[in-house]
RNA sequence: GGGGGUGUAGCAUAGCGGCUAAUGCGCCUGAUUGUCGAUCAGGUCAUCGCGGGUUCGAGUCCCGUCAUUCCCGCCA
């Protein structure tokens, strides 16, 4: 027989109680943890979202209390009435933060019975969580975890201090329709059919883009959104098919400006954890990063930067290394400190971690008690020897290097960089190494279609310093290929390796954004069909403007110290897009169909 | 679209060609006055993901398939 609430309230949390609380008659609620039965004595583990309480119930002074307690389980929900005592000496739990205090229950409610659960909820200093898609079908147990409760909260956190953030700065939050049409990024759309239009289709913002540009083109000035964005492409691990952004856009705005904003805001957020970034942040122009660690997204928390070799082996009669310098390759390396004794399996390990980015190889010199090589036989002694130097290799190292097109060396050693740093625990997870990436490419060069794409979006505007080379490559049809050599007025936000924003300054004149689209191969009829209200929005008075979108998921992975986009999400989806609680997506039945003009093919 | 890992009781794992598939946790019953991963005694729980093949014999080997996860492509 259960009781029922009536209107009793509770008077504390389950994690707030203190030794200063001792003697304070007290009401908690909350999910049975853990029952240790001792006969005549009974201790609850009593939990809810902000701890675990130690409940006492003894059959000597409270016979119909104890009698209840005999019969609780795991995760029945019950309030209690009693009294804060301090612990017996010696009693005390540090491994709680309510461990000095008990409370004596004089009356004890079941509020609600509970089934087994299917899995055992997160102990203290347990390690096998059940496997997460069990987790998943049953979120509402899981998210039961002290874990995640704190990634919840601290989500919940982030968001109300970037609003602070924004509002103090003077933004206006505006929300954008979920509804609209196709934006002009790169990802696939999610389609939403209409009724009344029957045949015709909205689309799921991939981001609002193009109406916070109208925001600006409207007078609004400052901009921002905690947004939700919708791409259906395949996920990872920090990627999911709906996620939130912090959404910015600003007037009359340049580059520095914009990251002033970024930087605030990235600021005050990790504060959160007690983190103070530097300020201004570091900076690194996309070369530079690509170069020096081959990723437009490095993390610098710690040092191995790419070592180049190229120089030091042009004229080689080594064919792979002779055949990569004619086409203008590049062979670089990494240092790994104290790895000289990396055994043939772990570089044949390593081999086959940088061929998945499309390297052919991966050479090696060991610096043990005798150097040896993998390129010994084909370089010789000496030059073996200049190439650690080169490469500032001293005794006791391992040098890795790949050759290959510069973008396959880049991915290659950057994504080795990140392998092995992981392997040898290079990382110090104490730091928090912020970086603004800036002069991001313009364009990319497709090589299925031979054409080059707008590496940001079609609206970014070029630098100022590269705008003589945008003309002429477009004007000129000879020198069309000065397209890849054009820097854009973008710019990320790095944390920790993450790319935890991006954006960019945009085009807000008509002739410069008319060329653009020529660039982009983009006929006028085109670009009329496909932006049409932008471009005719464009001709009335655009100021100049630009911001930035954040991800709220990924800064929320760095401040929960999780690399699991699902641990900071309520209700996520799985690796292949499918919610395992709800069963989503589901069928429609026909009538639905039918109503929408919707036949399904096959 | 491609590649790798995982799938054995409610959960986590072991078993990797040969007796009745093992261990821990959970769960159930009982004992128990200070536990907090309680303890003790007893008990319960398995189409070894699914389908096919090889073999005298398959949880174990092979092929396919499904689920999940990580990565490449993709996602500015």
């Known amino acids: ?7 009793l309230e509770k008077t504390h949390s389950c994690g707030e109680l203190r030794e200063t609380d001792v003697g304070k008659k007290v009401v908690l609620m909350g999910w049975v943890a853990k029952k240790r039965d001792f006969g005549v004595l009974t201790f609850i583990d009593l939990r809810d979202r902000d701890g675990v309480t130690q409940i006492v119930v003894s059959e000597e002074t409270d016979l119909d209390a104890h009698e209840k307690a005999k019969a609780l389980r795991g995760e029945y929900v019950v309030a209690v009435r009693g009294e804060v005592f301090s612990r017996a000496e010696g009693t005390h739990n540090k491994r709680l933060a309510t461990g000095d205090v008990e409370v004596h229950v004089h009356e004890l409610l079941i509020l609600n019975d509970a089934k087994t659960p299917p899995f055992e909820l997160e102990k203290m200093g347990s390690q096998n969580l059940a496997s997460e898609d069990l987790r998943l079908k049953y979120r509402y147990l899981d998210l039961r975890r002290p874990t995640l409760q704190h990634n919840i909260r601290m989500r919940a956190k982030a968001v109300r201090a970037i609003r602070e953030y924004m509002d103090g700065l003077g933004f206006t939050e505006i ?33 609002p883009q193009i109406l916070k540009q109208i925001c600006m083109i409207a007078g609004l000035d400052k901009y921002y959104q905690i947004a939700r964005c919708f791409r259906d492409e395949d996920l990872r691990a920090d990627r999911q098919p709906e996620f939130t952004q912090l959404d910015v856009e600003m007037s009359f705005a340049n580059q520095e400006m914009v990251y002033r904003v970024i930087e605030g805001m990235f600021t005050a957020v990790l504060r959160l954890i007690g983190v103070e970034l530097p300020n201004p942040f570091p900076r690194m122009t996309y070369a530079e990063a690509l170069r020096r660690y081959g990723s437009d997204k490095p993390d610098l928390r710690f040092e191995m930067e790419l070592q180049d070799l190229t120089e030091n082996l042009r004229g080689t009669d080594f064919a792979p290394f002779a055949s990569v310098l004619e086409n203008k390759g590049e062979i670089k390396a990494l240092v790994v400190k104290g790895k000289a004794d990396y055994s043939r399996k772990t570089t044949d390990e390593l081999q ?5 980015y499309g390297a052919g190889a991966l050479a090696w010199i060991k610096l043990g008690e005798e150097t040896t090589s993998s390129l010994l036989k084909v370089l010789g002694e000496a030059k073996i020897a200049e190439l650690a130097t080169a490469a500032g290799a001293e005794k006791g190292d391992a040098v890795l290097i790949v050759a290959g097109k510069k973008s396959t060396v880049a991915a290659a050693l950057g994504a080795l960089r990140l392998e092995v740093a992981k392997r040898e625990n290079l990382i110090d997870r104490s730091l928090y190494k912020p970086l603004l990436v800036t002069e991001f490419p313009m364009f990319e060069y497709n090589d299925e279609t031979g054409q080059f794409d707008a590496a940001h979006h079609p609206f970014t505007s070029p630098m100022d310093e590269d705008l003589e080379k945008f003309r002429t490559a477009i004007e000129d049809e000879t020198q069309h290929h000065l397209l890849g050599e054009v820097r854009a007025k973008a710019y990320d936000a790095v944390l920790n390796g993450y790319e935890c924003a991006g954006g960019s300054i945009r085009i807000h004149q008509k002739e410069i954004q008319a060329l653009n689209f020529k660039a982009l191969g983009l006929s006028a009829e085109t670009a009329r069909t496909r932006f049409g209200f932008f471009l005719d929005a464009l001709e009335y008075g655009t100021p100049p403007h630009g911001g930035f979108a954040a991800g709220i998921e990924r800064t929320c992975m760095i ?11 309520a209700f996520p989806k799985t690796a292949s897009a499918q919610d395992l609680m709800m069963d989503s997506p589901g069928d429609v039945d026909n009538a639905q169909l039918k109503e929408l003009g919707i036949k399904i093919a096959g």
Do not use: Y
Request: net charge neutral; aromatic share 8%; with cysteine.
């Open 1 to 7: 027989m259960l009781d029922t609430l009536g209107s």
């Open 352 to 356: 086959e971690f940088v061929k998945r």
């Open 175 to 207: 929300e954008t329709p979920i509804l609209l049409k196709s934006t002009p990024e790169g990802a696939r759309d999610f389609i939403v059919p209409s009724r009344i239009h029957t045949g015709k289709f909205f689309a799921l913002p991939q981001s």
């Open 559 to 569: 401040l929960c110290g999780t690399e699991n986009i699902r641990d900071v999400m």
